[in-house]
């Protein structure tokens, strides 16, 4: 579903990527893992399309996305991407209700399907007592749960997720783990997360070996 090959990324005088091969299947739980510098997160920020190789291609449904006009690009990663940060990435001002919706908005969806979609998301989150709160009235697990929700709203191909765990206490870390998996096996949904937990690497299907930004066999 997603293939890269030969990409490449350098910042100066760093090359950060030395031409990664990777495919991604649907359905797949895959995880990235590595010494901090090894280039994971730059390869799952291009993955994502939020930023672009030096060389190489990105395959995407057979979409090459860094082919398209910006604005064709960013209305793709809006639909068919998700993402999850390490700290959220909730805005402030909005309550969880209206932080899931957003990325509906902005695809243009109709307010009411939205609203209706995000309120269904965090019910099965078990955030529907939540849905007025501002980030700052909610605890870290139920934070990153409306960012798992806010990823899931357009229903996208993949979810990538940048140390989705690593602010978390262990057992918030546990049921977030849980709710990944739960995601794969009810909404057949497709994750590539880059993460330290060594725990959730060997749960995972298959664990991608990065150092010295290249992928070691």
């Known amino acids: 579903m997603v293939e890269t090959k ?38 799952l920020q ?18 090459e996305p860094f082919k398209l006009s910006d604005k064709e690009r960013a209305a793709f990663r809006n639909r068919h991407i998700g993402f999850v940060f390490q700290f959220h990435q909730l805005l402030p001002e909005f ?65 990538l997720a940048d140390e989705p765990s690593g602010s978390l206490d262990t057992k918030n870390k546990e049921e977030l783990h849980a709710l990944l998996f739960n995601l794969r096996k009810e909404m057949g949904q497709t994750f590539v997360i880059v993460t330290h937990d060594e725990h959730l690497a060997q749960r995972s299907d298959r664990i991608i070996h990065m150092r010295d930004g290249s992928i070691e066999n």
């Open 46 to 63: 291009i993955i994502g399309t939020l930023d672009r190789p030096d060389a190489g291609s990105l395959f995407f449904k057979n979409v």
């Open 95 to 159: 309550t969880a209700l209206e932080n899931v919706m957003i990325p509906a908005l902005i695809a243009k969806r109709n307010y009411d399907e939205a609203r209706e979609r995000a309120e269904e998301l965090l019910d099965y989150l078990k955030l529907s007592d939540r849905i007025k709160h501002k980030p700052s009235e909610l605890s870290g697990g139920e934070k990153q749960r409306v960012a798992v929700a806010r990823a899931l709203i357009n229903n996208p191909s993949v979810i």
């Open 6 to 43: 030969g990409i490449t990324k350098s910042f100066g005088s760093l090359q950060v990527l030395k031409g990664i091969d990777l495919k991604i299947r649907e359905k797949e739980i895959v995880t990235i893992v590595g010494p901090s510098g090894a280039g994971k997160t730059t390869l």
